[in-house]
Structures are given as structure tokens and as C-alpha cells.
Nanobody, 121 residues
Framework: QVHLVESGGGLVQAGGSLRLSCAASGSIFSINVMGWYRQAPGKQREFIAAITSDGTTNSAGSLKGRFTISRDNDENTVYLRMNNLKPDDTAVYYC???????????????WGQGTQVTVSS
């Protein structure tokens, strides 16, 4: 089994910054892609950014310049740095990871439980 645990969410004023962390643990042989999504009340889950094990990133165009994804492969951890936060960024933020648990085995996508980010105006 693989577990993802997010941290770093909270309440911040508009214009402020937060850094979210997501640590993967458990039966891990390798992690391919790690990513971040968010879901605001009444809206669908939205892609934010993803990063491969070699550091290649892909980000939602609307968030580029404010949100930056990074990763520590030794710690199986992915980060999301969020700057100049706006009230519209209020959402539950989820991380995911595409994990292989054994050499040559299948890859599965795991999700964290989410961390709340609230931006006040």
C-alpha cells in the first residue's frame, strides 16, 4: 500500500504565499509522475501541475508564474509553491503519484486526502 500525505495548507491573505508538501510512503519501488490538483466548492477537480522523476514539468497555463511545482526524489516528496494568492485559489488541494511497487510491476495512481487552502480578501 502507498500513502500520500499533504501538508502546508491553511488560511492566508490575498497576495500571500504558501508551500504545500506531499510525501509518499509505503510500498514504493519507483515514482514516475507526481502532481497537484485542486477542487473548489461546486467545481470540478482542476489540474495544476505535474513533474516527472527527471524534473520535467507541465503546468496549467492559467497558473504559470504564480504556482511552481518541484520534487525531492530522495524523499518521495512533491512541493507546490504558491505566490500572490487570490481568493479564487481557495480550494482543497490534492496531490497524486504514479507509483510502481515492485520492479517490472504495474503502475498505479495514488491520491492524498487533500489539504484546505483558504485565501481571504
Amino acid at each position: 500500500q502507498v500513502h500520500l500525505v499533504e501538508s502546508g495548507g491553511g488560511l492566508v491573505q490575498a497576495g500571500g504565499s504558501l508551500r504545500l508538501s506531499c510525501a509518499a510512503s509505503g510500498s514504493i519501488f519507483s515514482i514516475n509522475v507526481m502532481g497537484w490538483y485542486r477542487q473548489a466548492p461546486g467545481k470540478q477537480r482542476e489540474f495544476i501541475a505535474a513533474i516527472t522523476s527527471d524534473g520535467t514539468t507541465n503546468s496549467a497555463g492559467s497558473l504559470k508564474g504564480r504556482f511552481t511545482i518541484s520534487r525531492d526524489n530522495d524523499e518521495n516528496t512533491v512541493y507546490l509553491r504558491m505566490n500572490n494568492l487570490k481568493p479564487d485559489d481557495t480550494a482543497v488541494y490534492y496531490c497524486n503519484a504514479d507509483v510502481t511497487s515492485t520492479r517490472g510491476g504495474p503502475q498505479f495512481r495514488y491520491w492524498g486526502q487533500g489539504t484546505q487552502v483558504t485565501v481571504s480578501s
